[in-house]
């Protein structure tokens, strides 16, 4: 018998397993295709507070979450003993002209005052070989977003340790 069937064996559903089998939770996780096999293998992570304006329980829930992440990642490298290749980068957009940069501006104002220090918008000057082109030489770099930024193959195997220390998993 189990309280919870998790439907996909990828990053996200492994984590809701794992984490319901932490509160006590029996859970099968379910995957035709087995781990990975999906979602998992492309883009990770496209929950994000988008901008920080016209600010809701939504951007306020994904941007929680967006924080917390890092707690969580951390715990599944002490209990698996395998860095799932998780960090919180940030993107960098280019800034296409005077009024995308003036609104760049204004947001930067309103992520310090929504996002309370937790994380950034900066407007910067687009240099380097790393930087994408910019018609107005300015970029955005904002810090809540970790797209792409948990190696799928580093953080998949890294779940699968903390699936058996869970009794109950």
């Known amino acids: 018998m189990v309280d919870i069937t998790v439907m996909g064996a990828g990053i ?76 919180r980068l940030g993107r960098l957009q280019p800034i296409a002209d005077a009024a995308a940069l003036a609104l760049a501006h204004e947001r930067t104002q309103n992520a310090a005052t929504l996002w309370q220090g937790q994380a950034d918008w900066r407007v910067l000057s687009a240099s380097g070989a790393w930087c994408p082109p910019s018609a107005t030489g300015q970029i955005i770099h904002d810090t809540p977003h970790r797209r792409a930024c948990i190696r799928v193959r580093h953080a998949q195997p890294s779940l699968r340790p903390c699936a058996h220390a869970v009794p109950r998993l």
């Open 12 to 87: 996200f559903g492994l984590s809701v397993a794992w984490t319901c089998a932490k509160r006590g939770a029996r859970v099968r996780v379910i995957d035709p295709n087995g781990p990975g096999a999906g979602a998992s293998g492309g883009i990770v992570g496209a929950m994000a507070p988008h901008v920080p304006e016209l600010w809701n329980s939504k951007k306020a829930f994904q941007l929680d979450s967006l924080l917390m992440a890092g707690d969580f990642w951390a715990e599944v490298a002490e209990v698996s003993g395998c860095a799932p290749g998780y960090a």
